[in-house]
């Protein structure tokens, strides 16, 4: 087994700063995600990130910038935080690909205001 | 497009029945795989259970079972043997074999168990 860490739990930011979101995990898995939630809403893919120093872009990387500094972590960055935005971000790893390899599974999640 | 809808917004049932949720998606992969999460009322995503799409068998896990029907591009998720702690929004999800790894949400379904 295994646990995916986020931090902040939450986080409540001003119009204009650049905020940064982090995740650990301890799976040993290769494939690392951000998703973005919104209330009532599915996810929405942001970045994700096969192996240290990867990133590939989702639908929703505007506004965004992402770094996998080792295996273990992946950090996101809301470059320009917006009035009223309010969401959680979810993490998620998965082993790798093929077979069973690309379940994924997520952490907690941060919640994000910013006022 | 590729794309997952589930049209059910919410859906009250009695502990212990049975309950029945629906997904259908598009793709233009011949070959994909589909996932069903479990978000509880604390924000925590589980993965509950997969199918992939050259796979002719219902997978089966636990209380949880998908009715698959390829030709409808329908994948509906089984719950028997409902409890209070089923309460939940379920997700499904799609990732198309093409594509890179992003999980394609629907929108969800609220589940509430009642006594």
């Known amino acids: 087994g295994g646990i995916i860490t986020q931090t902040p739990k939450f986080l409540i930011g001003q119009e204009g700063q650049k905020l940064t979101l982090k995740c650990q995990q301890n799976?040993?898995?290769?494939?690392m995600y951000w998703y973005r939630q919104d209330s009532g809403k599915g996810l929405r893919l942001i970045y994700y990130s096969i192996t240290e120093n990867d990133l590939q872009k989702g639908d929703l990387s505007e506004g965004y910038d992402a770094s996998r500094e080792k295996k273990s972590s992946f950090s996101l960055t809301v470059t320009s935080a917006q009035k009223n935005e309010m969401a959680v971000f979810l993490c998620?790893?998965?082993?790798?690909?093929?077979?069973?390899?690309?379940?994924?599974?997520f952490g907690p999640g941060t919640r994000l205001l910013v006022l | 497009a590729q794309k997952v809808t589930q049209t059910q917004t919410s859906i009250s049932v009695v502990e212990k029945t049975t309950v029945t949720m629906d997904c259908v998606y598009e793709t233009r992969d011949s070959s994909y795989f589909l996932f069903w999460y479990k978000q509880t009322a604390s924000g925590e995503i589980v993965f509950l259970i997969r199918?992939?799409?050259?796979?002719?068998e219902n997978a089966t896990v636990g209380h949880y079972s998908l009715n698959f029907q390829k030709p409808k591009s329908s994948i509906g998720l089984i719950i028997t043997a409902t409890q209070i702690e089923d309460s939940a929004v379920y997700f499904c999800?799609?990732?198309?074999?093409?594509?890179?790894?992003?999980?394609?949400f629907g929108t969800g379904t609220t589940v509430s168990v009642s006594p």
């Open positions: 999800a799609m990732r198309p074999y093409q594509g890179g790894r992003a999980l394609i």
């Open positions: 998620a790893s998965s082993p790798g690909t093929g077979g069973n390899q690309d379940t994924q599974y």
């Open positions: 199918q992939d799409s050259y796979k002719k």
């Open positions: 799976f040993n898995h290769d494939t």
